[in-house]
Structures are given as structure tokens and as C-alpha cells.
């Protein structure tokens, strides 16, 4: 089937089906999808998840899969989708409206970043002249089997790796020319420190540490609590609601708090920004408190259903 027959079915259907609320859609969004859809033949643009998402997504190379790590992928951001907060996630965390990106998703073994270190998942601008679109690859180890990562550590992966998209694009608008290659080895915290740095090329009026402090991590925390009883299972909320957070010596920091939970998660992965060396790494009870924080993460559930 062709895509121009997949974007007429999905008038169709959405014609036929105006009760449907999941997938209801203005004619200006229809009308956004059809051009995105149509000014990109590399790409197989889903209409209900690009309507329920921060882009224009294909996952083409996931949905045909009946695999666990596909199936796993797939449940996991479903479950973001539901999150209302998700769908404005470059409007919340930027201002504005903004152009939607396209995303195209993939799976791989042995995902690794430009030092060679095993990662969960990797942004990379496509290669090819012409295309307009971003590759945004998950490691299939960390989907299934033993070392599968935990429900909620994928979900802020894959936010992670949008907002990476996201900056990518920036990026490039901004200074006009750097090479693919240059930007496919950047990791998300080297491009905020360039991008959002206090020059201000965005005029936005902050520096990193504001944008990191003030922007980006309250959206994660938005959409992983609206989700969080969904990428928990019930056993998992109940036990941590019971939990205390304590320092390396056992000494009793805080009762476990969601949102702080939600914080602590987002910083993970972002080590070498100025912001977590001021905040965290710096000052001995957050640092506790982002390890306690993330030991918990990292042993909620992996069975996303």
C-alpha cells in the first residue's frame, strides 16, 4: 500500500470515526500530516502516533516485529502518548509553537555512543542528501532479556532522545553547516552547552544551567507522572511509596517523593552538564539522593503491558 493511500484511508476513517476521541483531529492537523507525509517518501509517517506525539513518527521498522524488544518498544511508547504533556513536549520545554520534527525508529544490538560505551538509545540526523528526518535508535539489549532496562527508564530515553532531536535541528539552523557526522557524535549535554549557552542564540533569555534547571527537567517530570501508574506495576508504586531515601552510611535523607523520583531519573545520562555538576555532583546529599533515587528506577518493572 502505498503512503498516499494510507493518508486517504486515514481521512476516511477519521471521517467515519468523529466519536472516536483517540483520534480525533483538526483539518490543520490532517492537512500538517498529509504535507509532512507526502514531502518525505523515505519515511512511513503514522498518522494516530504522530498525532499523539511531539512529531511525525514511522515506526515502519518496529510495528511488523512480534518480538519481545519490539513488543516492549511499542507498549512503552503507547504509553507515553497517553501522556497529554508528551504530545506538547518542544512547546513546553522551548515556548511556542513549534515545527514538528520527523522521527523514524529503530532497534539495535549492541548500541554504543562515539567512546564506545553502551547506551540505551542514540539520536543520529540521516545520512542521506535530502532527507529530512532523524533516526532515533534504541539498544534491543536494554528492551528485553537480561539486561532489559526498566519501563520508566526507557520511557525517559526515548524523551531524551527526542529532546536530543530536537536540539540537533536547532543546532544546525543556528550555525548553518556543521557536518552530520559532527552532530550524530554529540552527546545531548554537549549540544545544550552549545546551543543554549549565554550568547543566547536562541534569545531565549537563559543560560544551560537555567534551561536545564528550569525547562527541561519539569517536562520530564510532567509527562513521567502522568504515566507513572502505567509504567509501574501496582507492587512497584506501593512498595516505594514505603521507601525512604537514605545517604551511603544509612542515614535517613527523605521519605521517597514521586517527584523528586522523576528529577533524579532525568539527570541520568546528563553527567558532564554544568547544571548536575553544580546541583548534584557537587553537593553530597543530592548526589545520594540522585544514586538512591535511581537504584529504585532501575529496579521497577521491565514488563511493560
Known amino acids: 500500500m502505498t503512503q ?6 486515514y481521512i476516511y476513517y477519521l471521517a467515519e470515526n468523529t466519536a472516536n476521541t483517540s483520534i480525533s483531529a483538526s483539518f490543520q492537523e490532517i492537512e ?11 519515511l512511513d509517517l503514522d498518522f494516530e502516533l504522530s498525532l499523539k506525539s511531539p512529531a511525525y513518527i514511522d515506526f515502519s521498522e518496529i510495528d511488523p516485529l ?20 508528551f504530545k506538547r513536549l518542544f512547546e513546553g520545554t522551548f515556548g511556542g509553537d513549534q515545527q514538528k520534527l520527523n522521527i523514524k525508529f529503530k532497534m539495535q544490538a549492541n548500541l554504543v555512543d562515539g567512546d564506545g560505551d553502551i547506551v540505551r538509545g542514540r539520536c543520529n540526523p540521516n545520512p542521506l542528501d535530502g532527507s529530512n528526518y532523524q533516526e532515533i535508535i534504541l539498544n534491543s539489549d536494554q528492551l528485553a532479556g537480561p539486561e532489559a532496562a526498566s519501563n520508566i527508564y526507557i520511557a525517559k530515553t526515548i524523551i531524551h ?21 559532527f552532530l ?5 549535554e554537549e549540544l545544550l552547552e ?5 550568547n543566547d542564540p536562541l534569545q531565549l ?5 537555567n534551561f536545564m534547571s528550569q525547562h527541561m527537567i519539569p517536562q520530564f517530570q510532567t509527562i513521567l507522572s502522568e504515566i507513572v501508574n502505567v509504567l509501574l506495576s501496582s507492587q512497584n508504586i506501593a512498595y516505594l511509596n514505603n521507601q525512604q531515601i537514605t545517604d551511603l552510611n544509612g542515614v535517613f535523607i527523605e521519605n521517597f517523593n514521586f517527584m523528586n523520583f522523576y528529577k533524579y531519573l532525568a539527570y541520568e545520562g546528563l553527567h558532564n552538564t554544568q547544571s548536575y555538576m553544580n546541583n548534584i555532583n557537587n553537593n553530597l546529599l543530592e548526589l545520594s539522593k540522585h544514586e538512591k533515587y ?12
Open 184 to 188: 550524530s557524535d554529540l552527546e545531548l
Open 205 to 209: 533569555g537563559i543560560n544551560q544551567h
Open 4 to 9: 498516499q493511500q494510507d493518508i486517504r484511508n
Open 161 to 181: 532522545e527526542l529532546i536530543h532531536a530536537y536540539l540537533n535541528v536547532k543546532y544546525v539552523n543556528i550555525n548553518n553547516g556543521p557536518t552530520l557526522t
Open 66 to 85: 512480534n518480538t519481545p524488544e519490539a513488543l516492549k518498544l511499542k507498549c512503552i511508547y503507547n504509553k507515553l502518548t497517553n501522556s497529554p504533556e
Open 32 to 42: 500538517d500530516f498529509m504535507a509532512a507525509a507526502c514531502g518525505n517518501t523515505d
Open 294 to 305: 535511581n537504584q529504585f528506577g532501575r529496579d521497577t518493572s521491565t514488563d511493560c503491558q
Open 194 to 198: 552549545q546551543v543554549f549557552n549565554t
